[in-house]
């Protein structure tokens, strides 16, 4: 029983730390929601706007079809015409425009006599990314124009062989679907360490952390009280900001709360975990602040986030497999889009949970050793 008062009094002074000032509760508050906000809009690889430059050289009426359904696509924008891709390239050079779309002048002949008719296409591979995905947009409108032309040139006939494409968990293929999801983790991580490491480095900067080793309390104790203040305020945040990805950015879901919860919890408290480790080998504010960018950096890297962890090399995909980041970005995938149970997301949680104890753990025995 004075062991848990013991802590509640500890927890108590973190809580009062953290929320006395009111623009402390506002960094603890408002920028995860900012941040969740703007990269919900931002962290998307969908294009909804493709410049292009048109040098139409045939002025035929399929010529005028094919440029018709581009535009009529609500994603390719003519931003202007030239009469060659010489007079084209100052456009695409100073980054006005992703494409140049050339319409030889013999297009029409070339389809009428059942020639290959050819559209060339050159793309800004400066932003290689984004000119793949045009070219894959065009490439489908390219293939639709095509069927429309051999139905209606062929005697109805309709081409030897078509793709009906589907797609499960994501019909419409919005890479915001993806990355808003994993962005919960990624926002709440950064603010659990970094709540966690600056509470111990505090205390040295203002003296009273010798104060503090003096009195009955066990260095687990320490441990317990500078984590679960951040743990709450962790979880508090990322309640908010499932809400916000759930209702702002209407991203569908269907798990069950308890697989939802689960996540949180574990994942928070593994997170709490690093940002002990931290703490613990820091004596300043500034190098506790340094060292948890220090190790959120690549747990956001090595997460597969942005880049699927399978394409990376074998070493690589080894060193994963201590980020508790990666399963949670899987875990919340599959609990959104999934509809995945708490059974099904055992092979994420269980070694999300094994990191928590193990870095927990750790902090405590480092608190033991260096204090």
């Avoid at 048109?54 to 924008?77: C, D, K, P, W, Y």
Wanted: aromatic share 8%; net charge positive.
């Amino acid at each position: 029983m004075n062991i848990l008062l013991r802590i509640l009094a500890l927890i108590r002074k973190e809580l009062i730390a953290i929320f006395k000032d009111p623009r402390s509760r506002f960094v603890v508050l408002g920028p995860p929601i900012l941040q969740m906000i703007i990269f919900g809009y931002a962290g998307t690889f969908d294009l909804n706007h493709v410049p292009y430059v048109l040098v139409n050289q045939s002025h035929s009426s399929e010529s005028a079809r094919f440029i018709s359904r581009m535009n009529g696509s609500g994603i390719f924008t003519c931003v202007g015409t030239a009469g060659n891709i010489q007079l084209a390239r100052p456009i695409l050079d100073s980054r006005r425009t992703l494409l140049i779309i050339q319409i030889p002048q013999h297009f029409q002949r070339d389809l009428s006599t059942g020639r290959q008719a050819q559209v060339q296409v050159i793309a800004d591979g400066r932003n290689s990314n984004t000119a793949a995905l045009a070219i894959g947009y065009l490439n489908e409108i390219l293939n639709e124009f095509n069927a429309d032309f051999l139905s209606n040139h062929s005697g109805g006939t309709p081409p030897p062989a078509v793709l009906h494409i589907r797609s499960w968990f994501n019909p419409d293929l919005l890479s915001r679907w993806q990355i808003v999801p994993a962005m919960i983790g990624l926002i709440t991580m950064l603010a659990v360490m970094i709540l966690t490491a600056m509470s111990v480095a505090r205390e040295r900067e203002q003296g009273t952390f010798d104060q503090l080793l003096v009195t009955p309390f066990t260095p687990l104790e320490i441990m317990a009280g500078k984590s679960i203040p951040p743990i709450l305020v962790g979880l508090g945040q990322s309640a908010v900001i499932f809400f916000i990805v759930r209702y702002w950015f209407q991203v569908p879901y269907y798990g069950t709360a308890a697989a939802i919860i689960l996540i949180f919890v574990i994942f928070i408290f593994a997170a709490a975990g690093l940002g002990l480790l931290v703490s613990s080998i820091s004596s300043t504010m500034q190098q506790a602040l340094l060292g948890t960018f220090v190790l959120v950096m690549p747990c956001a890297l090595l997460s597969g986030l942005a880049t699927p962890v399978s394409n990376m090399p074998k070493v690589v995909q080894d060193i994963t497999l201590i980020n508790p980041l990666r399963y949670d970005v899987q875990a919340a995938r599959e609990a959104f889009l999934q509809g995945a149970d708490v059974h099904q997301l055992l092979p994420e949680l269980i070694p999300m949970a094994i990191i928590a104890v193990v870095s927990l753990l750790t902090a405590s025995w480092l608190f033991r050793r260096i204090h």
